[in-house]
């Protein structure tokens, strides 16, 4: 039977529970349990797909199409197991489903409230597809306190009453601030979150205390106290130089031990951490790095990129050197101003995005890259922007573009059902946005003896996709014969996934998110390849 753990947050926002929760996920399936990790977001959008990256971040998708929260992929980076639909539900999900049945007479003519219905449905989810893990790990999103997040903590407190108090665990990750201008650690902020949630009825049987620095025992003892948690179980977190050095960390705290002691079990193998201390070597190697320019639009939001930052920090790792990434606004990026900015720069990356904004900023600096022989990967819109260039510059359709950009320009991108023969535009229709893209594992077939074939060391990849418009393949003659290789399409032929130029020493673009099947111990053959490459530029 599966124990549950409950992760809540208090004090203030992005203290790191996804993290916290990964580790501890690592740490147990290292130990030999099987362990399944969960996300609750209490905004009422149904997902994040159709929300702004500065109002939420990156979206990550997993295999079977969902699009979800970004701590899913901490989640599958420390763990290796792949996150689905199921593992990730947000408010908006929870009422619309509840309305949809009521709607039904789902409820046979009840009057529909929160509680029982929404904390029901919420209970449901928790317990959904649920196999024979040892350990199911909840992350409730949000602070204890905020309103958006009262049915889900209602719902954990009468789950844990359901299932027994010796199936389920509470674990409350809080902020202990240093004040500088007294120099104390204050306990106090930790006190009245814990009073917070005990008013709600869950007492935490372990408190995560994040901090700068290291908390006296005396101070953690008052935590311990006030709080009614035994000291062993009073955590530490202080900041570490990289996120990779958390499960050492953790573990260091016996984090983990207290856990199994809490559900009377004993590890089944000692966990090896001998890779995270090697990964946070190189991670941290000042000797050996390497620049790599991230041209794009939300570039000053540390968590709109995430997952691409981390698969670039691991195609480092599979080459022993530090990447050092070099954020570039594509907005105001002007054509006399590329060559000062990338003077540095051994590698070029266009990412994920969506609309007009900064596009030409973008072709421009594709243009640079190409021209001038620097590694380049072009992600999504990446690889779409580049079609786009070379079609204005080589090909000379001077007014290529997308239609996702412009109603009136030559179609080389669009949607799937706006192109005719003569490459001219079919009327398409308005659709809603949310979900109604290409979305998760999709199949593609690499050409034989291609750079892409070679990279990924095999004739059929199958990778995770997020777009609505795709290439136009009624050119794919003009382009290869002018140099630009469509290497990867789809089994039907009809879809191009991946193009590569030749002449170049590493010029590759690709339909799908490579990012997102990532993992710091064993990085995506994508990144390990251009990080390569970009090691042995100039």
């Known amino acids: 039977m599966a124990r549950y753990i409950f992760v809540t947050g208090g004090v203030v926002s992005s203290l790191g529970k996804g993290l916290s929760s990964a580790s501890l996920a690592y740490l147990l399936k290292s130990q030999g349990y099987k362990v399944r990790l969960r996300k609750m977001d209490p905004y009422l959008n149904v997902d994040p797909g159709t929300m702004s990256p500065f109002q939420h971040g990156e979206v990550f998708v997993t295999d079977d199409g969902a ?44 009057t529909v409230q929160v509680i029982p219905h929404i ?45 027994g108090k010796s199936k389920t665990l509470f674990i409350h990750l809080t ?60 955590i530490e977190t202080v900041d570490v130089r990289t996120i990779y050095e958390a499960p050492i960390s953790f573990f260091n705290q016996k984090l983990d031990k207290q856990v199994l002691k809490f559900f009377k079990l004993k590890p089944k193998k000692r966990p090896n951490l001998n890779p995270w201390k090697k990964i946070t070597k190189i991670v941290l190697n000042k000797k050996k790095s390497v620049n790599i320019a991230i041209i794009g639009k939300y570039v000053n939001l540390k968590d709109a990129y995430k997952s691409l930052d981390e698969a670039l920090v691991h195609g480092g790792i599979a080459n022993n050197v530090k990447v050092n990434l070099v954020r570039i606004e594509s907005d105001n990026l002007k054509n006399n101003e590329i060559k000062t900015k990338l003077k540095n720069v051994s590698g070029l990356l266009i990412p994920g995005g969506f609309g007009k904004r900064g596009t030409e900023g973008k072709i421009s600096a ?14 999504c819109f990446g690889m779409q ?23 009136k ?52 990849i199958k990778e995770r996709h997020r777009h609505r418009y795709e290439v136009n393949n009624k050119l794919k003659n003009q382009f290869e014969n002018k140099g630009l290789i469509f290497s990867g399409m789809s089994p039907d032929n009809k879809l191009p996934e991946i193009i590569e130029l030749q002449n170049h020493p590493w010029f590759i673009g690709v339909q799908f998110h490579p990012e997102f099947k990532s993992r710091p111990l064993s990085p995506h053959p994508l990144f390990s390849s251009f990080i390569k490459a970009s090691k042995n530029y100039k």
């Open 175 to 234: 902020f202990v601030p240093f004040l500088k201008s007294s120099d104390e650690i204050k306990t106090k902020p930790t006190q009245h979150s814990v009073k917070e949630l005990r008013s709600i009825g869950i007492q935490p049987d372990i408190i995560i205390c994040r901090s700068q620095q290291s908390i006296p025992l005396d101070q953690r003892k008052k935590i311990s106290l006030f709080c009614n948690v035994p000291i062993d179980n009073v």
């Open 67 to 110: 699009e979800t929260d970004l701590d899913l992929g901490h989640y599958e980076r420390f763990t290796n197991i792949s996150s689905k639909q199921s593992d990730n539900i947000t408010t908006g999900r929870i009422y619309s489903d509840v309305i949809k049945k009521e709607r039904k007479g789902g409820y046979l003519g009840k």
């Open 119 to 163: 904390t029901n449905r919420i209970k449901e989810f928790i317990k959904k597809d649920i196999t024979n893990e040892d350990f199911v790990i909840c992350e409730i999103g949000g602070t204890v306190g905020d309103i958006e997040s009262l049915p889900f903590v209602e719902a954990i407190r009468q789950f844990s009453n359901e299932h």
């Open 385 to 407: 922007m580049a079609i786009v260039e070379f079609a204005r510059n080589k090909l000379k359709i001077k007014k290529a573009g997308s239609t996702e950009l412009d109603r």
């Open 366 to 379: 594709i243009k640079f890259a190409r021209e001038n022989k620097i590694p380049f990967l072009g992600i």
């Open 409 to 460: 320009c030559y179609p080389v991108i669009g949607l799937i059902n706006e192109w005719d023969k003569d490459g001219k535009i079919i009327k398409g229709t308005d659709k809603d946005l949310g979900g109604t893209m290409r979305l998760g594992l999709y199949e593609a077939k690499l050409r034989n003896n291609s750079a892409i074939n070679r990279i990924y060391k095999s004739s059929s």
